[in-house]
């Protein structure tokens, strides 16, 4: 079955993904840890959460990558001919093709996605929408807050005075410095207020 569960900035889904990943290893099961090659947060092979859990992704996945010759080259490698449960952080990143060989991938093997729903202009990323369209059991990953104690939908894209961007490129990697994300309530994305 593929799965997605959705969050946005500041919530815990990253953390979640480790935390499914690593309970599913200790059971015995063999397991794979997925990385969209887009995210450059702390290096390229680091699936990281802002709670302080990380881990090793097994496949950094390029856009012109086949999902299942990665799985194959990495069930070769660990001498295995089977496939593995599969956990996909930053899901957003996939493409959508990507995502329609994993919801054919998932007829027979659990699949578990992780990602934003939508971009710091409120539009799906297209890995998103795909997911939205095909994945077969899709939850939200709560606990992301709005400065106001509301509960936050709208990943923002803020300066480092606080200012809310609305427009630029769709991915523009968070580098804490020029630009950040943070997670709004609706209410306080649509008047463009990042703080009290
Ligand atoms: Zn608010």
Known sequence: MLHFSYGV?????????????????????????IKP???TRIDS???????GLHAQ???????DQSVYEQLMW??????????????IDEAQFLTE?????????ALNEEIYCFGLK???????????????????DISEVPGGLCWCGAK??????IDSAGNVLRTGDQILIDNQQEIRYIGLCYRHWKMGKSHV
């Open 37 to 39: 090659s887009i995210d």
């Open 74 to 87: 990495l069930s070769a490698r660990n001498g295995r001919n089977d496939l593995p449960y599969v956990f």
């Open 152 to 157: 936050a939908t709208m990943n923002t894209r």
């Open 9 to 33: 900035m500041g919530s815990s889904k990253s953390a979640m993904l480790l935390m499914q990943h690593y309970n599913h290893a200790r059971l015995g099961h063999y397991v794979a840890l």
């Open 45 to 51: 092979s680091t699936v990281y959460s802002r709670a």
């Open 118 to 136: 939508t971009d710091f202009m409120g539009n799906f990323f297209p890995g998103s929408a795909a997911l939205m369209r095909l994945a077969e």
């Open 57 to 63: 992704a097994d496949i950094v996945l390029y856009p």
């Open 97 to 105: 093709k990507q995502v329609e060989e994993i919801a054919d991938l």
